[in-house]
C-alpha cells in the first residue's frame, strides 16, 4: 500500500491554466507539506498543515493555495500557471512530534509539471 | 539559506563503505541532524538522524562529532542502489521545517 500518493504523476498545461495536484497519506499522521523541486533539483518546503491548520506558508505566490479538507489530504491549486512554475512538487506528511525528537517525513513519488 | 556543506559529489566502488561528510558548524543545541537521499528524482527517503550521540540503523550509521559542526554517514556495504542524492539536513526541535541543501550527488560505480 502507497503511504503517500500524488496525482497526477504528470502534469502538462498552458500558461494561465488553472490546475490542481491531488495529495492523500494514509499513515495518520497530522501534518502535511508541499515541496517544490525546481530544474536545479533545489528542494525547498512552501507549505505545511497540521490537522488542517497551515503553520508553514514560506513566500509563495498568492496563486497557489493550498487546501486540506481532512487531515489526510491535502491539495494544491494554482491559478494562472507561468513557465516558472514548471518544476516538481513533493507532497509529504509526518507524525506531530514537536515535542519529542522524532520527525521523519515521509515523501510521496511527485508530480512533474511542465508549464507551455 | 541552508545551514549544512556538503560536497558535490562522490564516487564509491561497490562493497565498500561509502563515507559522505555534512559541514554544519553554526548547528545550535537544540538542532537536530537528518540525512535523506533521492534517487532519481523519487521523492527524498528518510535514512537515519541523530542529536549529538552516534546512531546506526539497518541503512546507514551516523557519527557526529564531539563539537556537532560536522557529521558523517556511512553507508557501510555500498550497492549500485545506493546511487542517489543525499541530504543532510539540520532541524530545529520543535519545528516543522525542514531546509534542504544542494545535497551530495553518490555514484555508486561497479
Known amino acids: 500500500d502507497t503511504a503517500v500518493s500524488q496525482t497526477p504523476k504528470y502534469l502538462v498545461t498552458q500558461m494561465g491554466n488553472d490546475k490542481s495536484i491531488k495529495c492523500e497519506q494514509n499513515?495518520?499522521?497530522?501534518?502535511m507539506y508541499w515541496y517544490k523541486q525546481d530544474s536545479k533539483k533545489f528542494l525547498k518546503i512552501m507549505f505545511s498543515?497540521?490537522?488542517?491548520?497551515?503553520?508553514i506558508n514560506e513566500t509563495v505566490p498568492n496563486r497557489f493555495s493550498p487546501k486540506s479538507p481532512d487531515k489526510a489530504h491535502l491539495n494544491l491549486h494554482i491559478n494562472s500557471l507561468e513557465l516558472g512554475d514548471s518544476a516538481v512538487y513533493f507532497c509529504?506528511?509526518?507524525?506531530?512530534?514537536?515535542?519529542?525528537?522524532?520527525?521523519?517525513?515521509?515523501f510521496g513519488p511527485g508530480t512533474r509539471l511542465t508549464v507551455l | 539559506d541552508a545551514k549544512t556543506t556538503q560536497p558535490t559529489s562522490m564516487d564509491c566502488a561497490e562493497g565498500r563503505a561509502a563515507n559522505l561528510p555534512c559541514n554544519h558548524s553554526?548547528?545550535?543545541?537544540?538542532?537536530?541532524v537528518y540525512w535523506y537521499r533521492q534517487i532519481h528524482s523519487q521523492g527524498p527517503q528518510y535514512i537515519i538522524h541523530?542529536?549529538?550521540n552516534n546512531e546506526t540503523n539497518e541503512m546507514a550509521s551516523l557519527i557526529i562529532t564531539e563539537d556537532r559542526k560536522s557529521s558523517t554517514l556511512i553507508l557501510p556495504h555500498a550497492t549500485l542502489r545506493d546511487t542517489a542524492v543525499y541530504y543532510c539536513?539540520?532541524?530545529?526541535?520543535?519545528?516543522?521545517?525542514?531546509?534542504f541543501g544542494t545535497g551530495t550527488r553518490l555514484k555508486v560505480l561497479a
Open positions: 509529504a506528511s509526518s507524525q506531530d512530534q514537536r515535542g519529542t525528537s522524532t520527525d521523519t517525513q515521509y
Open positions: 499513515l495518520g499522521h497530522d501534518t
Open positions: 539536513i539540520v532541524r530545529v526541535r520543535g519545528t516543522y521545517k525542514y531546509i
Open positions: 553554526t548547528i545550535s543545541g537544540n538542532e537536530y
Open positions: 498543515y497540521n490537522n488542517k491548520e497551515l503553520i
Open positions: 541523530g542529536l549529538k
